[in-house]
């Protein structure tokens, strides 16, 4: 129905999820998911007492079940605008497994829960990352994590070949959420609803933070001073982009990904010096 009020679910309320909603919110229900309660507490309490109509989902995305019972309460609030996944887990805060779980099979349960109640105009726009453009997969290894059940995933040759890397992990998490968004788009089409993937570069939040203090974090900030952009980006650069993706100048863009790293990526594959 025409009068249906327009839904916002955005999982994560960490920075990225943070910035998403408040850009997006206005005027619209926003469902928050986040497995952390306290965490998910206090954005709702703020984006509440800033105005916005929102209300938070306990929800750990890596379970199946809990997404597909996001996804249905969404679709019960109103009109599906936007989905806007952001929840993750990166290398220097989580262990290979948990990587695989919560950035590849989680981001294949969101894609698959939210495509069974996706209207005419719904976009979901997935959080990737730079990282997953520095994969080294094969055609055969790609449609395999493109098409795979989620619950055969975490048995691929690919994933037992990466064993206890998170860094590894994480890269492979991140190109499958690329090709599963390619993967996903003519079902999404059907519905007459988009599916892309943003893929951010190192971008100013505590999970950034905290990679920036690991064992690799000064090798991170000097690539951000060779590739020229000499900063980090912002949640609210991220923010713009996942508005763009999900919005009405985009209606063309669907199974493909943005990149939102200051060229970075662009650096590493024509200018890095070869080891």
Known sequence: MA?????LVVTGAGGMGSAVARRLGSGRTVLVADASLAGLGRLVDALCSEGYAAQGVVTDVSDRKSVEKLAETASGEGRLAAVVHTAGVSAATASAQ????????????????????????TSLVCVSSMAGHMASLSREEEAVLATAPAEELMGLDAVAAVGDNAIGAYI????????RAEAAALAWNRRGARINTLSPGVISTAMSRAEAESDTGAHMLRMLDACGAGRMGTTGEIADAAAFLAGPESRYITGTDLLVDGGQAAWIRRHRPAD
């Not at 009068?3 to 839904?7: A, G, S």
């Not at 948990?98 to 105009?121: L, P, Y």
């Open 98 to 121: 948990k990587i695989f779980e919560v950035d590849m099979v989680g981001t294949v349960h969101v894609i698959d829960a939210f495509e069974k109640v996706a209207a005419r105009g």
């Open 172 to 179: 492979l998490s991140k190109r499958a959420n690329h090709v």
């Open 3 to 7: 009068d249906r009020p327009e839904v």
